[in-house]
């Protein structure tokens, strides 16, 4: 539903520089307002489980070694403390630890894990996950609104640096084909799985078909498996246990500063 221009005016499907296609979307946000809705308007709320990824991939912010990630966090709680005054709770980063398989080198459901996902799936819990859960509950509050949930977990295969994580904007590059990242891996099985479950759900949003199972209490999620697990409905928002932990602590008030 956008077109644009990627940076350097370089032409194709960015996952930046988006306009508004008339067609589709004849109405900007601001004067939405003004339109008469006789049905609750549906919106999905998509994000990545690694959106701050992209920092890795412009070279920022790498961490390759757990001892990395545990100064990097210690700095941020440090720099957190700095420009707000607030002092986190004593066994923060402790609790970071276990709560999010320090070490490990697997998730409980058998998913590779390493520092770098690591780092950027706490950050962005804290900028982006547990917001968007917040705004998911509140806009069903509303009745104008039906908010459902989309939550993408699949990732590149491609490895420069650090082996990629579903960073920001990857479900955007899914859609439009890989364009703006041209990976090598484009066109492998896993990657072209992906696009296609994309396309095939947007799809049924413009064909006003029901995802079975999936309602504003549910999640759809995108894992990083192939057929049939690449896709599943799971009964609750993303990361509600970590975003509990996050809002318990009081860290969800200063996003941008971690």
């Known amino acids: 539903s956008t077109q644009s221009t990627g940076a350097d005016d370089e032409k194709g499907e960015s996952m930046d520089y988006n306009v ?8 900007p946000p601001e004067e939405m307002g003004r339109v008469r809705r006789e049905h609750p308007v549906e919106i999905i709320l998509s994000t990545t489980a690694q959106e701050t990824g992209y920092k890795a991939f412009m070279y920022d912010d790498v961490v390759t070694t757990w001892q990395e990630t545990d100064d990097f966090f ?3 709680v440090a720099n957190l403390e700095k420009l707000t005054g607030y002092k986190p709770d004593r066994h923060l980063l402790e609790d970071i630890r276990e709560l999010y398989l320090y070490g ?22 804290i900028r982006t996950t547990c917001h968007t859960n917040t705004l998911t509950d509140l806009l069903n509050k509303n009745r104008q609104y039906t908010a459902k949930r989309l939550y993408i977990k699949s990732r590149a ?12 904007g990857w479900d955007t590059e899914a859609l439009f084909g890989f364009r703006w990242f041209k990976l ?16 095939d759900l947007v799809e049924f949003i413009c064909k006003d078909k029901e995802v079975q199972g999936w309602t504003e209490s549910m999640t759809l999620v995108m894992e990083n498996e192939d057929f049939p697990e690449a896709v599943r ?25 971690n």
């Open 20 to 27: 508004l296609e008339p067609t589709l979307i004849p109405h």
């Open 74 to 76: 210690r700095n941020r």
């Open 104 to 125: 490990q080198e697997e998730t409980e459901t058998g998913s590779k894990w390493w520092p770098q996902i690591y780092t950027d799936t706490i950050t962005t819990d």
């Open 157 to 168: 295969d491609d490895i420069k640096r650090v082996p990629y994580d579903s960073l920001h």
């Open 184 to 199: 090598n891996s484009s066109s492998e099985r896993h990657q072209r799985k992906f696009g296609d479950n994309i396309r």
């Open 233 to 257: 409905v799971q009964d609750e928002l993303p990361q509600k246990k970590l975003c509990k932990f996050w809002k318990q602590m009081k860290l969800l008030e200063w996003p941008w500063q």
